[in-house]
Nanobody
Framework: QVQLVESGGGLVQAGGSLRLSCAAS????????MGWYRQAPGKQRELVAT?????????NYADSVKGRFTISRDNAKNTVYLQMNSLTPEDTAVYYC??????????????????WGQGTLVTVSS
């Protein structure tokens, strides 16, 4: 069983900060990349930020969060973080953790899979 478990969502006032965490567990051989997506009411799920697991970690951000959000990861813990600053009501959404990983119990079973967390709600009040 492979799963992603998110934490850190909640209610915050505009201008405030929150830090989301996502830990991957289970039969994981290697995580290639992790990231965060979000889905606001009535809207499609959209990319927030991604980070690769190799080297120093290559990052990618949605234009709407550049300069306000920072993604980071701890490879030893299979964990990714999203530091969100200067939050606005437009950031209100369910935030989902995503991972692209090779999973399996043994070499012959390894498969590349895309994993999703259950989502954590972030609400920013004006």
């Amino acid at each position: 069983q492979v799963q992603l478990v998110e934490s850190g969502g909640g209610l915050v006032q505009a201008g405030g900060s929150l830090r989301l965490s996502c830990a991957a567990s289970g039969s994981i051989f290697r995580i290639n990349a992790m990231g965060w997506y979000r889905q606001a009411p009535g809207k499609q799920r959209e990319l927030v930020a991604t980070i690769t697991s190799s080297g120093s970690g290559s990052t990618n951000y949605a234009d709407s969060v550049k300069g306000r959000f920072t993604i980071s990861r701890d490879n030893a813990k299979n964990t990714v973080y999203l530091q969100m600053n200067s939050l606005t009501p437009e950031d209100t959404a369910v935030y989902y953790c995503n991972a692209k990983a090779i999973v399996g119990e043994r070499v012959g079973d390894y498969r590349l899979r895309e994993l999703w967390g259950q989502g954590t709600l972030v609400t920013v009040s004006s």
